[in-house]
Nanobody, 122 residues
Framework: QVQLVESGGGLVQAGESLRLSCSAS????????VGWYRQAPGKQRDLVAI???????SYADSVKGRFSISRSNAKTAVHLQMNSLKPEDTAVYYC????????????????WGQGTQVTVSS
């Protein structure tokens, strides 16, 4: 009922930048918290950055000062600007969106994107 499409991953060298985007569509009444997570091979999925409906942002310590999360004016897209990339940033990055559906009960949803690979070479 809610679909997320991610884009922007790729292969870069250390020190370079990438911008990830995630677009939400479907039966959406509201979008509350939006976040980016990442999962490296053999590791758990970890939070990278989140932004609330009020625009409050929070980042993992490992990316503070290098990554920036933002939402589009229409609030249906979220971006992750990643600067000064390091090899340890290599992972599959997932977009996560939470909110309420546009049905009579206003059911809550918790949607995940398909993931986009980010590879940083040294």
């Amino acid at each position: 009922q809610v679909q997320l499409v991610e884009s922007g991953g790729g292969l870069v060298q250390a020190g370079e930048s990438l911008r990830l985007s995630c677009s939400a569509s479907g039966s959406i009444f509201s979008i509350n918290g939006v976040g980016w997570y990442r999962q490296a091979p053999g590791k758990q999925r970890d939070l990278v950055a989140i932004v609330t409906s009020d625009g409050v942002t929070s980042y993992a310590d490992s990316v503070k000062g290098r990554f920036s999360i933002s939402r589009s004016n229409a609030k249906t897209a979220v971006h992750l600007q990643m600067n000064s990339l390091k090899p340890e940033d290599t992972a599959v990055y997932y977009c996560n969106v939470k909110g309420k559906l546009a049905n009579l009960k206003r059911d809550e949803y918790d949607a995940w994107g398909q993931g986009t690979q980010v590879t940083v070479s040294s």
